[in-house]
Nanobody, 120 residues
Framework: QVQLVESGGGLVQAGGSLRLSCAAS????????MAWFRQAPGKERDLVAD????????YYVDSVKGRFTISRDNAKNTLYLQMNSLKPEDTAVYYC?????????????WGSGTQVTVSS
């Protein structure tokens, strides 16, 4: 089992920044590809960014490219999402996910989420 706990969400004005963290415990964190998803009210949960186990390969959805940065510290068993130049449309519950092979249609593990609200 892998337990994932997100933190760092909150209320921020448009143009501001937040840094989300996802602390992992249980099985070896470094074996897993990791990702951030988000779900806005009334919408589906969508992939925002992912990072392979080594940290050497990342992916971003077009809407966050150049504004968000995903990273991981395998020594600390922690995943991060640095979010800059935030927009009201970034408002959502943000979830981290872990999967042994990076299969994001059905990740092995989910966190419980952290709310990000961006005011205009």
């Amino acid at each position: 089992q892998v337990q994932l706990v997100e933190s760092g969400g909150g209320l921020v004005q448009a143009g501001g920044s937040l840094r989300l963290s996802c602390a992992a415990s249980g099985r070896t964190f470094s074996y897993y590809s990791m990702a951030w998803f988000r779900q806005a009210p009334g919408k589906e949960r969508d992939l925002v960014a992912d990072i392979k186990w080594s940290g050497g390969s990342t992916y971003y959805v077009d809407s966050v490219k150049g504004r968000f940065t995903i990273s991981r510290d395998n020594a600390k068993n922690t995943l991060y999402l640095q979010m800059n130049s935030l927009k009201p449309e970034d408002t959502a519950v943000y979830y981290c996910a872990a999967d042994r092979v990076g299969r994001w249609s059905r990740p092995d593990y989910w966190g419980s989420g952290t709310q990000v609200t961006v005011s205009s």
